[in-house]
């Protein structure tokens, strides 16, 4: 069965700070990694995901994370964090069949 | 494209009554997924279909939950009779290869007292 570790369960940050939110995957031949990004009283959206080819996938506002298959980590990092930012982070993972299995998730709290 | 559309989003009923969660996915997705959300177990699949045909259900908690898929644009998740610890958030999401890039709705939070 598949399972995401999602080491930290809160994170306390100040604006401008970097933050790293750290991911673990259960090995398998094939991966699909996904970061969800969720907001107060809304749903998932996607921040960035891994399918193949380059092992550092960026998201439009500034986050980026690496796929590390000898680690098995998918930890996801912005250099300079807003208060806009604070959320709730979801790492997940597939395999062929769309089915996401989802970590426990990290809330980001950027303060001023 | 409006996205994933659940609906109601919030709903709180008493415990031994019918609740009914719907769905429509975005145009042209033919993969649907029906998430839970809760405190203690995070994100749960609880079932998905592809082209209206339900391929996992196994995280369908008990008979008491089902699952529908009438049409292409259509789902209902179904509560019969519900119980408080069904409270949760109900997500409605769907995809389309390729890509593998699921989208979900804004949630159904369900109370049941």
């Known amino acids: 069965a598949q399972s995401v570790t999602q080491l930290d369960s809160q994170v306390p940050v100040f604006e401008e700070a970097p933050v790293e939110l750290r991911c673990n995957y259960s090995?398998?031949?094939?991966?699909?990694l996904f970061w969800y990004v969720q907001y107060p009283n809304q749903g998932l959206q996607l921040l960035l995901k891994?399918?193949?080819?380059?092992?550092l996938v960026e998201s439009i506002n500034g986050f980026e994370a690496e796929f590390n298959k000898s680690q098995t980590s998918f930890h996801l990092r912005k250099p300079s964090v807003h208060i806009s930012d604070t959320a709730e982070y979801f790492c997940?993972?597939?395999?062929?069949?769309?089915?996401?299995?989802f970590g426990a998730g990290t809330t980001v709290t950027v303060r001023a | 494209d409006a996205g994933v559309i659940q609906s109601p989003r919030h709903e709180v009923t008493e415990m031994g009554q019918e609740v009914t969660l719907r769905c429509k996915p975005i145009?042209?997705?033919?993969?649907l997924f029906w998430y839970r959300q809760t405190m203690m177990r995070g994100l749960e699949l609880l079932i998905y279909?592809?082209?209206?045909?339900?391929?996992?259900d196994s995280g369908m908690p008990e008979d008491r939950f089902s699952a529908k898929m009438p049409n292409a644009s259509f789902s209902t998740l179904k509560i019969q009779p519900s119980e408080p610890r069904d409270s949760a958030v109900y997500f409605c999401?769907?995809?389309?290869?390729?890509?593998?890039?699921?989208?979900f709705g804004e949630g159904s939070w369900l109370t049941v007292v």
């Open positions: 145009s042209g997705h033919d993969y």
């Open positions: 997940a993972q597939s395999l062929n069949d769309y089915k996401l299995s």
């Open positions: 999401a769907s995809t389309s290869p390729p890509g593998n890039t699921i989208y």
């Open positions: 279909f592809n082209n209206n045909v339900p391929i996992d």
């Open positions: 090995s398998s031949v094939s991966v699909y």
């Open positions: 891994y399918l193949s080819g380059s092992t």
